[in-house]
């Protein structure tokens, strides 16, 4: 199981971005798919995710900027991120939480760094 992700680079405060992951293997079934962000220095935390496919979470500072979508047909996951911030420069990256043949795991993908400047 693989997840791949895309969609980072660089904006100016105030713009928009996409981001896209997508999860490819033997794959039985996904629960959670989510983004999570590091910024230098910094811990890993959540942005948002979607679970069991339709129940959403995200984080107090992304809310009303952010939207995470799923699509299950092609176990993929968006976030549309609108109204960007510097604070919101980090890599982000692709979490899924899913069934294969080895069981029930969480899988993440390669990261992708966004950059809010200008």
């Known amino acids: 199981v693989q997840l791949q992700a895309s969609g980072g680079g660089l904006v100016r405060p105030g713009g928009s971005l996409r981001l896209s992951c997508a999860a490819s293997?033997?794959?039985?079934?996904?629960?959670?798919m989510g983004w999570w962000r590091q910024a230098p220095g910094k811990q890993r935390e959540l942005v948002a995710e979607?679970?069991?496919?339709?129940?959403?979470n995200y984080a107090d500072s992304v809310k009303g900027r952010f939207t995470i979508s799923r699509d299950n047909g092609k176990n993929s996951v968006y976030l549309q991120m609108n109204s960007l911030k510097p604070e919101d420069t980090a890599v982000y990256f692709c979490?899924?939480?899913?069934?294969?043949?080895?069981?029930?795991?969480?899988?993440w993908g390669q990261g992708t760094l966004v950059t809010v400047s200008s």
């Open positions: 293997g033997s794959i039985f079934r996904i629960n959670t």
């Open positions: 979490k899924a939480v899913l069934s294969s043949a080895v069981g029930w795991r969480e899988y």
């Open positions: 979607v679970i069991s496919g339709s129940i959403t």
